[in-house]
């Protein structure tokens, strides 16, 4: 059994920065890809940002390239996302989820291929 937990997020203005978190309880986590989704009202959930289990075959939107970074710790059973210069359209509830063990394959739709997800952190970006 694996258990997500995101946090990091919050209340910030247009041009700022956060950084999210996922931490993992349990086992198998260091050795599987992550994947960051969103979720902003009335939208589907989409890819942000993913990561394989080796730190390599990163993955991005095309809407946060060049802002966002995601980067993992596998010391902590950590994977962050550092988000830099923010805008309204960020806003949404973000969710950590575990993908493929062994794979470097950044799954994109969030129906497929992931099997634990975390309980959500709101980010709010004010104009």
């Known amino acids: 059994q694996v258990h997500l937990v995101e946090s990091g997020g919050g209340l910030v203005q247009a041009g700022g920065s956060l950084r999210l978190t996922c931490t993992a309880s349990?086992?198998?986590?260091?050795?599987?890809?992550v994947t960051w989704f969103r979720q902003a009202p009335g939208k589907e959930r989409e890819l942000v940002a993913g990561i394989g289990w080796s730190g390599s075959g990163i993955r991005y939107a095309d809407s946060v390239k060049g802002r966002f970074t995601i980067f993992r710790n596998k010391a902590e059973n950590m994977v962050h996302l550092q988000m830099n210069s923010l805008k309204p359209e960020d806003t949404a509830v973000y969710y950590c989820?575990?993908?493929?063990?062994?794979?470097?394959?950044?799954?994109?739709?969030?129906?497929?291929?992931?099997?634990?997800w975390g309980q959500g952190t709101q980010v709010t970006v004010s104009s």
């Open positions: 349990g086992r198998d986590f260091n050795n599987y890809a």
């Open positions: 989820a575990r993908g493929g063990g062994y794979s470097d394959y950044v799954r994109p739709n969030p129906e497929s291929g992931y099997d634990y």
